[in-house]
């Protein structure tokens, strides 16, 4: 190993996702120790094994393990250039609760203002990239001034991210070169996002995932291109300006009052339940759109015509399994809002929602030319009822070439077979294609005889 090319070696270290992976190599050559000192990432992540290990009471003090953070701060002493940090708990500790465990000690709070400032200094200078997972348990319950310390050292970061910690904006300052912004499961005092929007002006990507403590949260930021906002609590009104957006992700429960004003956006996934009031201009850019609510009717009242989306997935938060209810959501009110459709995906409860109209269709056949793809996902309560309402789509629209049908993995086997007989019996010149879904699993594709 130490016959190998220097450039090789320091190639070979690079490639290492584990910080703790480079220290056990330092261990085994002094080729690796010399030159690990040119790394210019450092990414250490703390297990559940780790962290049971480090409340075990063990006689021997030799079995003893080094505090977490001792080996972090070792790492940023060693590196003699670092561009990148990435620092947290793996994915198994950050789901032990507080209520499960009362841990009161402070060698995983990784936020804390004190330790920060041990190793942030050093590294601000040349520092691009910043990712820290904290430990909810520890952190939860102490409000950590983590963002203004990067604010005030780090001048040339681009990407921040922040998980499991209550943060502090107070004495914030403008950082004009971050791009990127993700922030998830974050606790904050503020009552709104005013200074975000002034300390973070140049963000082209902003994610907030389950932040809480806005009472009236607005994203008014003017270069910001990709946006995935999911909101925890439920704050009396949400609101939107990015005159730049492509792309938003928008996932919240029932809000008072929704208003969206992105001119440019090109993709548009939106869930929610339902909202009181409920405003957006008219999108001139929209392709993409994904649809999850309570009332699909209802809620399409709120659009205007969109002639550009091509792309559009429906979904109902309000129908399950057995649901016989009366609807007035029909395809007619879709192609109306959306009248150059080309591709349409049915989640499963929107399906039923359909299947339980009178005139699925709302329309007389008018043949549908520029609808060409269909995607449904079906739970087969009433196999013949659900026939009945593909017979009613698929002889009426004309422009079809592809379908897709998923059927739930927990339908038996016979039935779904009868289903696909049925289906490519009558339409043998369509292109089908089968597949299976279930709740929390991953789409997968099946050919004939799998089922």
């Known amino acids: 190993m130490d016959q190998l090319p220097q450039s090789l070696v320091l190639e070979i270290l690079s490639r290492l996702n584990d910080s703790a992976d480079v220290a056990r190599c330092r261990l085994a050559s002094k080729t690796f120790n010399s030159l690990s000192s040119d790394l210019r990432s450092i990414n250490l992540q703390c297990s559940l094994i780790r962290y049971i290990k480090s409340r075990s009471r063990v006689s021997n003090s030799s079995q003893l393990i080094t505090p977490f953070k001792s080996i972090f701060l070792n790492l940023v002493s060693n590196l003699r250039v670092i561009e990148s940090v990435c620092i947290g708990t793996e994915k198994p500790l950050r789901d032990v609760s507080y209520d499960d465990v009362e841990d009161e000690a402070d060698d995983l709070f990784l936020t804390d203002g004190d330790f920060v400032e041990e190793w942030l200094p050093r590294v601000s200078g040349r520092l691009k990239s910043l990712s820290i997972s904290d430990f909810w348990v520890q952190s939860c319950w102490r409000r950590s001034t983590l963002l203004p310390l990067v604010s005030s050292y780090c001048h040339n970061l681009i990407e921040l991210e922040v998980k499991n910690a209550w943060l502090s904006v107070e004495n914030l300052n403008p950082m004009p070169m971050l791009t990127s912004l993700t922030l998830e499961f974050i606790r904050l005092d503020d009552e709104d996002l005013n200074e975000f929007n002034k300390s973070f002006p140049n963000l082209q990507v902003l994610n907030l995932i389950g932040v809480g403590g806005f009472k009236l949260p607005k994203i008014h930021l003017l270069n910001l291109k990709t946006c995935h906002w999911a909101v925890s609590n439920a704050p009396s009104s949400l609101t939107l300006i990015t005159p730049n957006l492509i792309t938003l992700k928008l996932e919240c429960i029932r809000p008072a009052s929704l208003y969206i004003e992105a001119p440019l956006l090109s993709k548009l996934h939106l869930a929610f339940d339902h909202a009181d009031t409920f405003l957006v201009k008219r999108f001139e850019n929209l392709k993409t759109f994904w649809l999850e609510c309570l009332y699909i009717d209802s809620t399409l009242l709120n659009f205007q015509v969109t002639p550009t989306v091509e792309n ?130 991953a789409d997968s594709w099946v050919t004939d005889g799998m089922f």
């Open 312 to 441: 559009l997935t429906v979904d109902s938060r309000n129908w399950t399994r057995g649901a016989v209810k009366c609807s007035q959501f029909t395809l007619e009110k879709m192609f109306s809002l959306f009248p150059n459709m080309s591709s349409l995906c049915i989640k499963s409860s929107a399906w039923l929602e359909l299947e339980s109209c009178y005139n699925l269709l709302g329309w007389d056949s008018d043949g549908r030319e520029g609808f060409k793809k269909l995607r449904v996902y079906l739970l087969l309560v009433d196999p013949s009822l659900t026939f009945s309402s593909v017979v009613c789509v698929l002889d009426n629209c004309i422009g079809l070439s592809e379908v897709s049908l998923f059927i739930h993995r927990d339908v038996v086997g016979n039935v779904s077979r009868s289903f696909i007989s049925k289906c490519t019996t009558r339409w043998p010149e369509l292109k089908w294609r089968w597949g299976v879904w279930k709740e929390g699993m």
